[in-house]
């Protein structure tokens, strides 16, 4: 077998979008480099973090609500208001963010090495659509995989696009579609229909039936209704949602190009401004998106702009990652080296909370769905990512990549 030159590369070493590497250093200077970047590990890690409690909360709440929200108390209510208010949409935005980012440290580390970039990514991107395609039938069906890997074909195809056309189309996509959306709403005086009018409480039910019967094939059954249905019963916020996850993908490889991501120590003035404006002013929009998960559901002007407040998330999402870029290139304690070894681990411990998960709710496992709170909740989520970031620090000490990192690298050269 003929050896591959992006496999033995030192550049390529340990490259994975999900699990970075090393990054090439900014503006075309790619030097050799054979270390990984901690920093952008750990961001993975905490990202991880809130897309595990959100995953673990909607597991439950997207079917059964209405029992768990009986019982609240009113500390509990100020739990998922918080929850809402820091980490909802606003993990699965960093995670995409992040996702950009190892694109363009793999494209560049293909310019440096002089090898082909189109036909190594294309097999990435359909190995990760099988991950997500297994996940999502098989696992959990609120999988983000499946829109990566085909969101990524349109990314690979603008990878020759300059640094200000990634920025600035980037910026359009995460900005433009909540605000578009909004205003048609407004025009309209009502919702933007969907291709198919299946009310909530209806598909709650039938979530509800699927995933507290015994019977494994009921879950598979409605995980498979679920993921090819999600466009159609819940249509301008799927592609509101889808476009926004492409301009992230932008962003996240602009910041690579610029290197502000990268060596975020030589951009320090530009990341605290982008904290100092953006976290503010995401913590504000998000106070106005999360109205209806706690019961608000205006119409007309207020209701419109409750739709347009959806660009609290990427915003919210960008000025974490300012924060905790600088935070994390300069810190070397416990906290980063747990969350960073998370990060290297992000597929696999993504997919084992899906697993885990499922398994402790649903009537095939342990049938716990109508056994916890919303408090609870939230410590299960918080306690799943703990040990699985434990694990992976421990795994990390025998193999330098995940089980299913593996299997990607090996799917994938």
């Given amino acids: 077998m003929r050896p591959n030159p992006l ?23 790619y030097g050799p480099v054979t270390d990984r970047i901690g920093h952008i590990d750990a961001l993975r890690g905490l990202a991880l973090l809130g897309v595990i409690v959100m995953n673990v909360g909607s597991m439950v709440m997207s079917v059964n609500a209405g029992h768990v929200l ?18 909802f949409g606003k993990a699965r935005s960093s995670f995409a963010f992040l996702f950009g980012c190892g694109f363009a440290i793999l494209h560049a580390r293909a310019q440096a090495a002089g090898v082909a970039f189109g036909a190594f990514y294309t097999r990435r991107l359909l190995a990760l659509l099988l991950f997500g395609l297994i996940n999502q039938i098989f696992l959990f ?13 349109i990314l690979m195809r603008c990878a020759a696009w300059r640094d200000s056309a990634l920025l600035k189309a980037g910026l359009v ?8 959306h909004g205003l048609i709403e407004l025009i309209l005086g009502h919702p933007v229909p969907d291709l198919v009018d299946l009310p909530i409480a209806e598909r709650m039910a039938r979530g509800l039936e699927a995933y507290s019967s015994t019977s494994y094939i009921d879950a598979i059954r409605e995980n498979i209704m679920l993921g090819v249905s999600r466009h159609a019963t819940a249509t301008a916020p799927m592609i509101v949602g889808d476009l926004n996850v492409l301009g992230l993908f932008f962003l ?15 951009h ?15 913590l504000v929009i998000s106070g106005v998106n999360m109205l209806p998960m706690l019961g608000a559901r205006p119409g007309g ?18 000025g974490y990652i300012s924060a905790l870029a600088l935070y994390f290139s300069g810190a070397r304690g416990w906290l980063s080296s747990l969350l960073g070894a998370a990060g290297r681990l992000a597929l696999t411990n993504y997919l084992l909370s899906g697993a885990i998960g499922t398994w402790v709710f649903y009537g095939y496992g342990l049938g716990a769905l109508n056994s916890f709170g919303i408090t609870e909740l939230t410590l299960f989520g918080i306690g799943l990512f703990l040990a699985l970031a434990l694990a992976s620090r421990a795994w990390l000490r025998f193999a330098s990549h995940g089980p299913a990192e593996m299997l990607w690298r090996r799917l994938s050269y």
């Fill in 141 to 153: 069906a609120g999988d983000i995989l499946v829109t990566y890997a085909l969101l990524g074909f």
């Fill in 7 to 29: 496999r033995q590369s030192a550049q390529y070493r340990s490259g994975e979008p999900m699990a970075d590497a090393a990054a090439p250093r900014p503006r075309g200077d």
């Fill in 301 to 318: 002007a207020a209701g419109a702009m409750i739709t347009a407040s959806a660009i609290a998330a990427p915003v919210l999402a960008g």
């Fill in 70 to 87: 009986a019982g609240a108390t009113l500390p509990e209510m100020g739990v998922m208001a918080t929850d809402i208010l820091l980490m």
């Fill in 268 to 282: 320090v003035r530009l990341l605290r401004r982008l904290a100092w404006w953006l976290i503010p002013a995401g």
């Fill in 173 to 180: 996509l995460v900005m433009a579609p909540p605000l578009v």
């Fill in 252 to 266: 996240g490889c602009w910041s690579v190009r610029s290197g502000i991501l990268t060596e975020p120590r030589r």
